[in-house]
């Protein structure tokens, strides 16, 4: 038997919570042991995390008693939800109070949730600079996780909100990347205008995560917001053009046209690039890279992702 202490990682085949079980897993000092929660303890990703020692258990956030046997003698959980699978702002609230209440039951000494900000707060529902969605949000995937926070505050737990950035990794797998345009020129596209956009690698945010974890008490009752940088669209551009070894230019779009690509959660995501460009002293100050690599002295700098994954990014 081990005397390492349990950190339970919702979510441990998917990028943020994959990104912590290899930190916990690859730590020199082998202070915790990662318990990676998955559906499917038999899928590939789960039997490499296996690989690496850590516990693979199964659970489904939609199935309380299941999470509450998942986080039982653990000393923290890592908590987080998923929009994209489902795109209901409501089950992702339901998943949010079943790992909070789980996490109570058991006892744990520290929780942090992966949130983000209720953009209602800064942009009510009355105030039509965008459009209200699904009748009661501005930007869904958002505001859910932030109305969700008052679950785990309610119930007196140990947590520490952790608010992250873009994904870099969107580039690979959310179709975000450069897409080349009439004349052949690589296009990125994003209705940001010149405003900053706080980016990170998702292997970073679990790396942090796992750096507020080794930190205890520090963080218990904060929020805690990371990026590896705050780069322009412009900026990153260039950094895509430095490193494709051909010119990626920044095609800047309205929200309202952004809005009206018609792919599957376009409206949500041009409200939510609108948020961050209309509010962005406010949300780039929310993330500091410097805590970020605090927290994480390895964090990687938009070049530094790109020099390890453009050949990942498809470029059409």
Same mark, same amino acid.
């Not at 209440?101 to 707060?121: F, M, N, P, Q, Y």
């Not at 460009?277 to 390895?298: G, I, K, M, S, T």
């Given at each position: 038997?081990?005397?390492?202490?349990?950190?339970?990682?919702?979510?441990?085949?998917?990028?943020?919570?994959?990104?912590?079980?290899?930190?916990?897993?690859?730590?020199?000092?082998?202070?915790?042991?990662?318990?990676?929660?998955?559906?499917d303890?038999?899928?590939?990703? !789960?039997?490499?995390?296996?690989?690496?020692?850590?516990?693979?258990?199964? %659970?489904?956030?939609?199935?309380? $008693?299941?999470?509450?046997?998942?986080?039982?003698?653990?000393?923290?959980?890592?908590?987080?939800?998923?929009?994209?699978?489902?795109?209901? $702002?409501?089950?992702?609230?339901?998943?949010?109070?079943?790992?909070a209440?789980?996490?109570?039951?058991?006892?744990?000494?520290?929780?942090?949730?992966?949130?983000?900000?209720?953009?209602?707060?800064w942009?009510?529902?009355?105030?039509?600079?965008?459009?209200?969605?699904m009748?009661?949000?501005?930007?869904?995937?958002?505001?859910?996780?932030?109305?969700?926070?008052?679950?785990?505050s309610?119930?007196g737990?140990?947590?520490t909100?952790?608010?992250?950035?873009?994904?870099?990794?969107?580039?690979?797998?959310?179709?975000?990347?450069?897409?080349?345009?009439?004349?052949?020129?690589?296009?990125?596209?994003?209705?940001?205008?010149?405003?900053?956009?706080?980016?990170?690698?998702?292997?970073?945010?679990?790396?942090?995560?796992?750096?507020?974890?080794k930190?205890g008490?520090?963080?218990?009752?904060?929020?805690v917001?990371?990026?590896?940088?705050?780069?322009?669209?412009?900026?990153?551009?260039v950094?895509?053009?430095? !490193?494709?070894?051909?010119t990626?230019?920044?095609?800047?779009?309205?929200?309202?046209?952004?809005?009206?690509?018609?792919?599957?959660?376009?409206?949500?995501?041009?409200?939510?690039?609108?948020?961050k460009?209309?509010?962005?002293?406010?949300?780039?100050? %929310?993330?500091? $890279? !410097?805590?970020?690599?605090?927290?994480?002295?390895?964090l990687q700098?938009?070049?530094?992702?790109?020099a390890?994954?453009k050949?990942?990014?498809?470029?059409t």
């Open positions: 038997m081990t005397d390492r202490k349990i950190i339970a990682v919702v979510g441990a085949t998917g990028m943020q919570g994959g990104g912590l079980v290899r930190a916990i897993m690859s730590d020199p000092d082998k202070t915790f042991i990662a318990r990676a929660l998955t559906r303890v038999n899928s590939e990703k !789960a039997k490499a995390l296996l690989k690496l020692g850590a516990e693979v258990v199964p %659970a489904d956030l939609d199935d309380a $008693p299941g999470l509450k046997r998942a986080f039982a003698g653990a000393d923290g959980v890592f908590c987080l939800t998923n929009f994209w699978e489902h795109f209901s $702002p409501e089950k992702e609230h339901a998943q949010a109070k079943s790992q209440e789980a996490a109570k039951e058991a006892g744990v000494r520290h929780v942090i949730w992966s949130t983000l900000e209720d953009t209602r707060k942009v009510p529902l009355s105030d039509n600079r965008m459009p209200t969605l009748e009661k949000y501005k930007v869904p995937h958002f505001d859910a996780k932030g109305e969700a926070d008052r679950e785990f309610k119930l737990l140990p947590v909100f952790l608010l992250a950035s873009f994904y870099w990794d969107n580039l690979i797998f959310f179709g975000m990347g450069p897409k080349k345009g009439p004349d052949g020129t690589l296009l990125f596209t994003m209705p940001m205008g010149d405003k900053k956009l706080p980016g990170i690698a998702v292997e970073d945010i679990g790396r942090c995560a796992f750096g507020i974890f930190r008490q520090e963080y218990i009752g904060k929020t917001g990371i990026a590896g940088e705050h780069l322009t669209g412009v900026e990153m551009a950094a895509m053009t430095k !490193a494709f070894g051909q990626v230019r920044y095609n800047e779009v309205t929200p309202e046209q952004y809005r009206g690509f018609g792919f599957p959660g376009a409206d949500d995501l041009g409200n939510m690039f609108q948020f460009r209309d509010f962005n002293e406010v949300f780039c100050a %929310a993330r500091n $890279p !410097a805590v970020a690599r605090r927290l994480n002295p390895a700098t938009f070049d530094a992702w790109l390890q994954n050949s990942r990014i498809p470029l």
